[in-house]
């Protein structure tokens, strides 16, 4: 009884201080549940207490989850700040799941929403940096928050799999989440996942999903598909079905992509500009 009492107290006292002393408690309570029942009411209230530091005349909560400091009482952080602490607070982190978890978690922490386009920003700024296993474990600690359940999200996952050299966990990640919307995924999406099948000579899953897409007469809209299945079949000894893969989708490999058809004609245009220029 004293130690609830104890509890609502501190909880009054966080909230007064507009920080979300709700969530924090809720945070907080959820890491210290296991060591709590061993602890006086005291010990409590001193272990809740330490989290709090002198700043000018106020006390304020501090922060200190990863290595996310958080930011003061007053303190004015733009959107674009934040991306750029979060991104810089990733990259001085080992690729430890953990360290990874607990830094994101701290960034939120301090968040009235869930801030899904700050952190697909900062994914973004990852990609370019190519830091691929710190993009699975953002991706991945997304997930399990239920944010990010996106094709677009699934894809960056995938591709960010693929250049760490992870084609097995793409493809359980692929049956998983995605293999049973083969009606609706984007072809680009089923290419990326031909193209990581192809590569890392896994032919059986290849071929298994390219007919399940034919089976839902879903048209291959390029002809780089068809060819990575020829050649698979080829590949399996199935000449056959090489051949009946190559006459169905012939149309594809007679037919010019009517971009480049159109690069041509700009070309052509801009060539007998300059050649009236210059006679």
């Not at 966080?14 to 210290?32: A, F, R």
């Not at 944010?147 to 693929?162: E, K, P, S, V, W």
């Not at 037919?255 to 500009?273: F, I, N």
Request: glycine share 4%; charged share 30%.
């Amino acid at each position: 009884m004293m130690r609830a009492v104890s509890l609502a107290k501190l909880a009054r006292r966080y909230s007064q201080l507009g920080l979300y002393g709700n969530q924090v408690l809720s945070q907080h309570t959820m890491v210290t549940r296991s060591s709590v029942n061993s602890q006086s009411d005291a010990d409590v209230a001193e272990s809740w207490d330490s989290q709090l530091v002198d700043h000018g005349h106020h006390r304020v909560l501090q922060q200190t989850v990863g290595t996310w400091q958080a930011p003061t009482i007053g303190e004015k952080i733009s959107r674009t700040e934040k991306i750029q602490n979060l991104v810089k607070a990733l990259n001085d982190l080992d690729n430890n799941k953990e360290a990874i978890y607990s830094t994101l978690d701290g960034w939120v922490a301090w968040e009235k929403n869930f801030p899904i386009g700050p952190l697909k920003q900062a994914l973004l700024s990852l990609e370019r940096d190519q830091q691929w296993h710190k993009i699975i474990q953002v991706i991945k600690w997304m997930l399990s928050k239920g944010q990010g359940n996106t094709m677009g999200t699934y894809r960056q996952l995938i591709r960010a799999l693929d250049m760490d050299h992870r084609a097995k966990e793409a493809h359980e990640f692929w049956m998983k989440k995605i293999g049973s919307e083969s009606h609706s995924v984007p072809w680009e999406l089923c290419q990326l996942m031909i193209s990581i099948y192809y590569r890392n000579d896994m032919l059986q899953e290849l071929v298994k999903l390219f007919k399940g897409l034919e089976s839902l007469d879903r048209k291959p809209p390029d002809k780089s598909i068809v060819q990575k299945v020829a050649d698979t079949y080829e590949k399996l000894g199935k000449p056959e079905e090489k051949e009946r893969v190559l006459a169905k989708y012939a149309e594809l490999f007679a037919a010019e992509p009517e971009k480049s058809k159109r690069k041509k004609k700009r070309y052509k245009k801009r060539t007998s500009d300059e050649n009236k220029e210059n006679p």
